[in-house]
């Protein structure tokens, strides 16, 4: 790749001197691991920055996903979206759980709350919703069926970083919340996660499970996993933080330019902010009517990728699709006829802090002037 090419997206990177004399704090202490100094501080600003009041770090965001439902003792079904990244169902997967596929909203691409209680059976145990692109849930509504059927509600949260609704952290929604704090998310720590929680009981036994239930030196009190968050990473995190604000910024700066110049391309639709939201901007999906656009979806992503612009078909094909999955009943197309339609239309804009002025025009130049 040369170096005009222009990515999806480039990750969040802190300032080398500043991280240097971090690494030289952690040579000098020899805690590299294992709830040391940085690890948790960053778990202290994390909660304050992101309005939560417990949080647990991980080494990504699969194995909060993975954790939080043996915590939770989800076993049976679990009503989750075909439109996310593989990583949600296969948290159910491993776990020995049966996902159920349900519709999304055309209007967010999240799980469609009216759609829901239509798949709950006697064996469903929880719903495992997405606040896709960093877009926030129907919360109350998923809330209140929850309460109604005795469900269990695990976000997964990867996309949601900082975003909020009516000034309240969206990751307060259900009983966990999980994040991803991988390279390519707005808030990154390399690979990196983490599991929001309500009580310091649950985040007590989430710091046993996530170091393979070790509860004091002898004692063992389930069988936990080990997805510890190293010194480097917390302290890298702890960095990133202090510039996540600027970038988040710099991302709505991008939106804005995408927006006023997208708006009159006939056969391109993308969507506007929430009322009431604080987005992140981690993503700027555009969806291409090939009919109204006269071309399609997969002929602009090429034409895109040859003129060195790298959009992602995210989130195509849709996890429903993988062999793994196709042959659930739920899994069937006709059961998610939204998700198929936007999963076929879909091109994640590049969107990232550093994209410049003469980068943002060439991307909009393949779309406009085709
Ligand atoms: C929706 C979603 N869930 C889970 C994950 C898994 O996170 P990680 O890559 O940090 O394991 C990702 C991302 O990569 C994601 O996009």
Same mark, same amino acid.
């Given at each position: 790749?040369?170096?005009?090419?222009?990515? $999806?997206?480039?990750?969040?990177?802190?300032?080398?001197?500043?991280?240097?004399?971090?690494?030289? +704090?952690?040579?000098?202490?020899?805690?590299?691991?294992?709830?040391?100094?940085?690890?948790?501080?960053?778990?202290?600003?994390?909660? +304050?920055?992101?309005?939560?009041?417990?949080?647990?770090?991980?080494?990504?965001?699969?194995?909060?996903?993975?954790?939080?439902?043996?915590?939770?003792?989800?076993?049976g079904e679990v009503i989750t979206t075909p439109?996310?990244? $593989?990583?949600?169902t296969?948290?159910l997967w491993?776990?020995?759980i049966k996902p159920v596929f349900v519709d999304i !909203?055309? !209007?967010?691409?999240?799980i469609d709350?009216?759609k829901i209680e239509a798949a709950i059976t006697p064996k469903t145990?929880?719903? @495992?919703?997405?606040?896709?692109?960093?877009?926030?849930?129907?919360?109350? +509504?998923?809330?209140?069926?929850?309460?109604?059927?005795?469900?269990? $509600?695990?976000?997964?949260?990867?996309?949601?970083?900082?975003?909020?609704?009516?000034? !309240?952290?969206?990751?307060?929604?259900?009983?966990?919340?999980?994040?991803?704090?991988?390279?390519?998310?707005?808030?990154?720590?390399?690979?990196?996660?983490?599991?929001?929680?309500?009580?310091? &009981?649950?985040?007590?036994?989430?710091?046993?499970?996530?170091? =393979?239930?070790?509860?004091? !030196?002898? +004692?063992?009190?389930?069988?936990?996993?080990?997805?510890?968050?190293?010194?480097?990473?917390?302290?890298?995190?702890?960095?990133?933080?202090?510039?996540?604000?600027?970038?988040?910024?710099?991302?709505?700066?991008?939106?804005?330019?995408?927006?006023?110049?997208?708006?009159?391309?006939?056969?391109?639709?993308?969507?506007?902010?929430?009322?009431?939201?604080?987005?992140?901007?981690?993503?700027?999906?555009? =969806?291409?009517?090939?009919?109204?656009?006269?071309?399609?979806?997969?002929?602009?992503?090429?034409? @895109? &990728?040859?003129?060195? $612009?790298?959009?992602?078909?995210? =989130?195509?094909?849709l996890i429903s699709t993988f062999s793994t999955y196709r042959g659930l009943p739920s899994a069937a197309p006709e059961n998610l006829p939204?998700a198929t339609?936007?999963?076929?239309?879909?091109?994640?804009?590049?969107?990232?802090?550093?994209?410049?002025?003469?980068?943002?025009?060439?991307?909009?130049?393949?779309?406009? &002037? &085709?």
């Open positions: 790749m040369d170096n005009k090419t222009i990515t $999806v997206t480039s990750p969040l990177l802190p300032n080398l001197d500043e991280f240097h004399s971090m690494l030289k +704090e952690i040579w000098d202490s020899k805690w590299i691991t294992n709830n040391g100094s940085f690890h948790r501080q960053l778990e202290k600003a994390l909660a +304050e920055y992101l309005k939560v009041p417990y949080i647990s770090l991980f080494t990504n965001g699969t194995l909060p996903l993975i954790t939080a439902l043996q915590a939770l003792r989800i076993s439109y996310s990244f $593989v990583a949600t296969h948290a491993w776990n020995g !909203e055309r !209007e967010t691409g999240n709350p009216a145990t929880a719903i @495992m919703p997405v606040h896709v692109y960093g877009k926030p849930c129907k919360v109350k +509504e998923i809330q209140d069926i929850a309460d109604k059927y005795g469900l269990k $509600v695990i976000y997964d949260a990867a996309h949601a970083f900082g975003v909020e609704v009516n000034g !309240e952290s969206i990751l307060n929604a259900g009983d966990m919340s999980t994040l991803s704090f991988h390279a390519t998310k707005v808030y990154n720590t390399i690979e990196g996660g983490a599991m929001v929680m309500h009580d310091e &009981k649950t985040k007590k036994r989430i710091d046993y499970l996530k170091n =393979f239930g070790f509860a004091g !030196e002898t +004692e063992v009190v389930a069988p936990g996993i080990n997805s510890k968050m190293d010194e480097m990473r917390s302290a890298y995190g702890l960095l990133n933080l202090k510039q996540v604000d600027a970038a988040i910024e710099a991302r709505h700066q991008v939106a804005i330019r995408y927006r006023e110049a997208l708006k009159d391309v006939e056969g391109v639709d993308f969507w506007d902010d929430m009322p009431g939201v604080k987005h992140n901007y981690s993503y700027f999906p555009i =969806f291409i009517n090939a009919e109204k656009y006269g071309e399609t979806r997969d002929s602009l992503y090429f034409r @895109m &990728k040859s003129d060195g $612009v790298l959009g992602r078909r995210y =989130f195509y094909p939204v339609k936007i999963a076929n239309e879909v091109i994640c804009l590049p969107m990232h802090h550093a994209l410049s002025d003469e980068d943002i025009n060439k991307v909009l130049n393949c779309i406009i &002037k &085709k």
